[in-house]
């Protein structure tokens, strides 16, 4: 019973670098989500996604892409890394219905320097 | 844009006490609020969530209350144990599939 997982769990990135965060979920959910949270700041919500092909802006998108081809999968990618993006990303997953719980990943650890 | 407040940053009680955890947000136009408990270098673990229709949830020792009017919510947490010793986040989600955290309680039991 795997639920949300997250790879990698840690890394290091040199300014400029690009990487691809990856998340998949087996529990057949339709929504998707990625946050970051930095220390003292809460949960901040980058992207989000209601479905395979279908994805939609968070609170804070800039420097940041994600796709959503399958139900399972929704990578996060980072372009053109900044010493800003220095945070922990979680991905959590939903069904669709609003009395649904999130579930969520133990999340990746990134540090750009 | 919504604003989420968790009220006491921090907390230690000792084993046994009953507490309670507060969160306010400033938009009562939602749809649910969640309650998580997050340990450390964890993910978040749903604990409650309540329908913006309702007024609590309970589940074991822990109830969770909501007057959206007022836009409050209340985690209560009856005979707290050392294992309670986590941090706890709001999370309130708005139209739009918008979530918004509370910046979270840290809580510590006392053996």
């Known amino acids: 019973n795997a639920g949300v997982t997250q790879t990698p769990k840690f890394r290091i990135l040199k300014i400029g670098q690009s990487m691809t965060l990856q998340c998949t979920q087996d529990?057949?959910?339709?929504?998707m989500y990625w946050y970051r949270q930095d220390p003292g700041m809460g949960l901040k919500l980058i992207y989000y996604?209601?479905?395979?092909?279908?994805?939609d802006k968070g609170e804070v998108p800039n420097g940041y892409n994600v796709s959503r081809s399958t139900t399972e999968d929704f990578p996060l990618r980072l372009e053109l890394a900044a010493p800003s993006q220095t945070s922990v990303y979680f991905c959590?997953?939903?069904?669709?219905?609003?009395?649904?719980?999130?579930?969520f990943g133990d999340g990746t650890r990134l540090s750009i320097l | 844009k919504q604003e989420v407040t968790q009220i006491p940053a921090a907390l230690s009680v000792p084993e046994g006490e009953n507490l309670v955890l507060n969160c306010s947000f400033t938009?009562?136009?939602?749809?649910?609020l969640q309650w998580f408990r997050q340990d450390p270098g964890k993910g978040l673990t749903s604990l409650l969530l309540?329908?913006?229709?309702?007024r609590e949830q309970t589940s074991g020792r822990l109830n969770a209350s909501l007057d959206k009017s007022s836009g409050r919510s209340t985690l209560y947490i009856a005979a707290s144990q050392p294992g309670d010793s986590a941090t706890y986040l709001c999370?309130?989600?708005?139209?739009?599939?918008?979530?918004?955290f509370g910046t979270g309680t840290s809580l510590t039991v006392i053996p």
């Open positions: 996604s209601v479905g395979a092909g279908i994805t």
């Open positions: 959590a997953s939903s069904y669709a219905h609003s009395n649904q719980p999130q579930h």
């Open positions: 938009d009562s136009a939602i749809y649910n």
């Open positions: 529990m057949n959910h339709n929504y």
């Open positions: 999370a309130v989600r708005n139209t739009g599939n918008q979530f918004y």
């Open positions: 309540i329908q913006s229709s309702q």
